[in-house]
């Protein structure tokens, strides 16, 4: 076997490969990890979602990479630009989990099911089917993407290894 070549996902970042190599991000607690691949083109991307709507944004520098809104049109276009298309690209993703307990029903304290719901709804926009995901719970996760065979590879403490 050979030295996979992994290539970091920091947290409210994204980044895309052709060919090879190995897309990870770990620490999605409430954040979302969805990877987008076009299996012909054997082009791969991740994003690390952080929150679910760039409107709430206060920082000076605007991080596209932070929301999903904005994460994942400037992810289907670095992809498309290496020779991507949309009508090729399937979903994956991972996270979202409700790291917290908080009393009421506020909608503000949801952020891990928000992003869920919100990378589902930009999925949606551009007609990408979801084709594996694990999300919810409480536990934390790290994921890696493999560019050759498109496999998800899911590790938390709590569940050990998936594969999507």
């Known amino acids: 076997m050979t030295q996979e070549q992994y290539i970091k996902v920091g947290m409210a970042d994204l980044n895309v490969t052709h060919l090879t190599g190995v897309l990870k991000t770990t620490g999605l607690g409430s954040c979302v990890g969805l990877t987008l691949f076009d299996a012909k083109a054997r082009i791969a991307g991740m994003a690390h979602v952080m929150l679910p709507d760039s409107e709430i944004a206060r920082e000076g520098k605007f991080n596209i990479a932070k929301y999903a809104d904005t994460a994942i049109p400037d992810m289907i276009g670095k992809m498309q630009k290496m020779g991507a298309a949309v009508s090729r690209m399937e979903a994956k993703m991972a996270g979202g989990a409700q790291m917290f307990a908080f009393g009421g ?60």
């Open 105 to 164: 029903n506020s909608d503000t304290m949801r952020i891990g099911p928000r992003n869920v719901e919100s990378c589902k709804s930009m999925l949606k926009q551009y007609s990408i089917p979801l084709r594996g995901e694990d999300t919810g719970g409480s536990y934390g996760r790290t994921i890696e993407f493999n560019c050759e065979t498109g496999l998800l590879l899911i590790r938390s403490v709590q569940h050990g290894v998936k594969e999507l």
